[in-house]
């Protein structure tokens, strides 16, 4: 057990918030639709996972990657599984989810990983997650897989959209990918402004 003197006080954790919530789904163009065209959270992200990057992603190599703006400055994110490849879980189960990407202070990143290591927690990072972006990756003691991700650049004032934002020629190059519906990505895109 951590010492009690580790533990900072109530409002001084460092963390901020969500910075990402990931999910899993088995057809990005539906996911799409659904959360930018349902949910109404703009699509404001798209990216491959890189070949050989094994950091917590699902076992599967050049994932789809995509995140949407969920509001108050956070994400949620998908990987778009292979279809067929894994069995559909219960939603309700322990550890189903696929992670949660907490925000928090670089500052404060390197206590973290003190206590972490500290406490006989692996983890892997802090390295660049994604441009700008910097994660550490570590489970929980009941297997529920986390993160947390800052933007060196931003500092104390953490702007996770904004820093995470493509420009609609970057997005497209990846939706292109998906399809090449022509009004389906002047559509998918059309969040970017």
């Not at 057809?27 to 930018?36: L, N, P, Q, S, V």
């Not at 990216?47 to 599967?60: I, T, W, Y």
Request: charged content about 20%; aromatic content about 10%; overall charge negative.
């Amino acid at each position: 057990m951590p010492d009690a003197t580790d533990v900072p006080a109530p409002g001084d954790a460092g963390f901020r918030g969500i910075h990402h919530l990931v999910l899993n789904t088995d057809d990005i163009r539906t996911t799409i639709e659904f959360y930018a065209g349902v949910m109404g959270m703009p699509l404001i992200h798209a990216m491959k996972v890189p070949a050989g990057v094994s950091r917590g992603n699902p076992p599967f190599e050049r994932l789809r990657h995509y995140f949407f703006d969920m509001g108050n400055d956070s994400m949620l994110a998908f990987f778009e599984l292979p279809k067929g490849a894994k069995a559909r879980v219960d939603r309700d189960g322990v550890a189903a989810m696929q992670h949660v990407s907490f925000c928090m202070k670089p500052a404060r990143v390197d206590a973290l990983c003190k206590r972490l290591d500290a406490a006989g927690v692996e983890r892997n990072g802090p390295f660049e997650a994604a441009p700008g972006v910097f994660s550490v990756y570590f489970y929980d003691p009941h297997g529920v897989r986390l993160e947390v991700s800052y933007q060196a650049a931003d500092g104390d004032n953490q702007q996770i959209v904004k820093g995470f934002l493509q420009t609609r020629e970057q997005m497209l190059a990846e939706l292109r990918t998906v399809t090449d519906d022509q009004a389906w990505l002047a559509w998918a895109t059309s969040g970017l402004g």
